[in-house]
C-alpha cells in the first residue's frame, strides 16, 4: 500500500520546473541575501511553490520554516549528493541543471526506492555507469532525497549531479 500511495502521490505532485527564465535568477539573487526581509521570505515561497509539486504541497506555515532554513548549493560535474546507504537528512530541489540517480548493482532490490522513482525521466541510453544500476535523470523543479526524510530508511540510491547544477537544501 505504501509503495502504491508514494507512486501516486509523485504522479500527483508532478514537478514542473521554473515556469520562465527569469525565476532561477530570482531565487538564486534571493539565497544569496544574508539578512531577508519577509518581503524577501515571501518572494522565495511564492516562487519555490511555483516551480516544486512537493514543496507545494505542504501547509503555507511549514513552507515558511522551510524556505527560511534553507541554502543553494552549487554542485561541479561528477560530483555526488549523496550515497546509497547514506542517512538522509535533508532533500534537495533542483534549480538548474541535471543529476542521474544510480543503485549499486550490488544492492538489495527488496529495499528498492518506495515510491519507485516514478519522478525520474527513465533514461534510453546505454549504461555508462559500470556497477551501477541506472535509474532515471532528475531536473530543474525536482526535488529528491525526501523519501530517507520521510521513512528514515537509509539513502536508497546515489545521486551525481550531470554537469554544474544548483539545489535549494532543505
Not at 98 to 123: I, T
Not at 156 to 170: D, L, Q, Y
Amino acid at each position: 500500500r505504501f509503495r502504491v500511495f508514494l507512486g501516486l502521490f509523485n504522479l500527483a505532485m508532478a514537478e514542473v520546473g521554473p515556469r520562465d527564465a527569469d525565476e532561477a535568477p530570482q531565487l538564486r539573487m534571493l539565497f544569496n541575501i544574508k539578512e531577508r526581509t519577509k518581503k524577501e521570505v515571501a518572494k522565495m515561497q511564492y516562487l519555490l511553490a511555483s516551480m516544486c509539486g512537493f514543496y507545494r504541497s505542504f501547509p503555507r506555515a511549514i513552507q515558511w520554516k522551510l524556505v527560511q532554513s534553507a541554502t543553494l548549493a552549487i554542485f561541479i560535474r561528477n560530483e555526488i549528493v549523496f550515497r546509497q546507504g547514506e542517512a538522509g537528512d535533508k532533500m534537495y530541489v533542483v534549480l538548474t541543471g541535471q543529476f542521474v540517480c544510480l543503485r549499486d548493482e550490488k544492492g538489495d532490490e527488496a529495499n528498492a526506492d518506495p515510491g519507485g522513482g516514478s519522478y525520474l525521466r527513465k533514461s534510453t541510453s546505454k549504461n555508462s555507469f559500470p556497477g551501477y544500476q541506472l535509474i532515471g535523470y532528475i531536473g530543474a523543479g525536482a526535488s529528491f532525497g525526501e523519501t530517507s526524510i520521510l521513512t528514515e530508511l537509509p539513502r536508497k540510491m546515489t545521486v551525481r549531479s550531470v554537469g554544474r547544477a544548483e539545489c535549494i537544501v532543505f
